[in-house]
């Protein structure tokens, strides 16, 4: 059975902050563990210790739980204790001692090979020169393994005529990477259209891939949205 402090808490998030059943249900699921783990210290939650509640977050770590779950249960504490003390019920608030757990940055996420063939074969499928140029930029991703940023504000005279291409990337580094003659044809048959994309303004391009609407080069955003058409 809910404890009535956090029946309330819940009918109040339903109430003033608008909360969702399935947002009321997770606080609640999250609150009832919280009660399980304390009565094995024989206390009430809404006696809890900055320490007894330390002492949770560091069994969450034991159990391997994800930083970003264990995140979203300090957040439910942090607001059930913020209410506790708004209603006089306690008159400190111990989650104000705790630190956040670490989120970390997320794994890159790769692609497998069949899926990049899979890609490049869709992208062949384009007509126009739209799909030279879609198939242009995979091809180069994939052998040279730039990031989306680095490729798309790739300068022309960075691939023109050689077997390799010059990237300045973070730090204004330059580095040489080797380019196979998959992604050498393939540039060869979109450079030879690359004028198209030109600015209605201009004549001509400093860049690799040109952005027409702004006069510069595409950019990760705009990859992005070409991509959802492959």
Known sequence: MTAPHIETFLEMMAAERGASPRTLEAYDRDLSDVVGFLKARSREIDAATAEDLRAYLDKLQRAAMTPRTAARRLSCLRQFYKF????????????????????????????????????????????????????????????????????????????????????????????????????????????????RFFSAKTKSSPWLFPAPAKGGHLTRTSFAVMLKDV
């Open 84 to 195: 506790l003390y708004a209603e006089g019920v306690r008159a400190d608030d111990p989650t104000a001692a705790l630190d956040s757990p670490r989120l970390g940055r997320p794994l890159p996420k790769f692609l497998t090979e069949s899926e990049v063939e899979r890609l490049l074969a869709a992208a062949r499928e384009l007509e126009g020169v739209k799909g030279q140029r879609m198939t242009a930029m995979l091809e180069l991703l994939y052998a040279t393994g730039l990031r989306v940023s680095e490729l798309v504000s790739l300068p022309l005279a960075a691939v023109r005529d050689k077997p390799v291409i010059i990237v300045r990337g973070k730090g204004n580094k330059e580095r040489l990477i080797p380019v196979g003659q998959a992604a050498r044809d393939a540039l060869a048959d979109y450079v030879g259209v690359r004028a």
